[in-house]
Nanobody, 120 residues
Framework: QVQLVESGGGLVQAGGSLTLSCAAS????????MGWYRQAPGKQRELVAR???????YYADSAKGRCTISRDNAKKMVTLQMNSLKPEDTAVYYC??????????????WGQGTQVTVSS
């Protein structure tokens, strides 16, 4: 059983910052990419940022220059630092990981989501 648990969401004023964290646990053999998606009301889920096991990063245009993704492979954690937040960043943020266990090949696992609300 693999679990991803997010923390760090909340309410912040426009221009503020938030840090989201996600910890993976369970019978994990290997974690490849980890990252963050978000889904705003009435919109499709979209990628915010991802990071490979080697530390290479990718950011959506909306996140470039404002967000920093990092990971701690030993702790099986991924973190998203978000600065200069805007009301349009309001969404549920989901952590994901491409994880293989001792019994299964690489599969996408998702956290339960954490709400980020940016007030104007």
């Amino acid at each position: 059983q693999v679990q991803l648990v997010e923390s760090g969401g909340g309410l912040v004023q426009a221009g503020g910052s938030l840090t989201l964290s996600c910890a993976a646990s369970g019978s994990i053999f290997r974690i490849n990419d980890m990252g963050w998606y978000r889904q705003a009301p009435g919109k499709q889920r979209e990628l915010v940022a991802r990071i490979t096991s080697g530390g290479s990063t990718y950011y959506a245009d909306s996140a470039k220059g404002r967000c920093t993704i990092s990971r701690d492979n030993a702790k099986k954690m991924v973190t998203l630092q978000m600065n200069s937040l805007k009301p349009e960043d309001t969404a549920v943020y989901y952590c994901y990981g491409e994880i293989s266990t001792f019994l299964t090949l690489s599969t996408d696992y998702w956290g339960q989501g954490t709400q980020v609300t940016v007030s104007s």
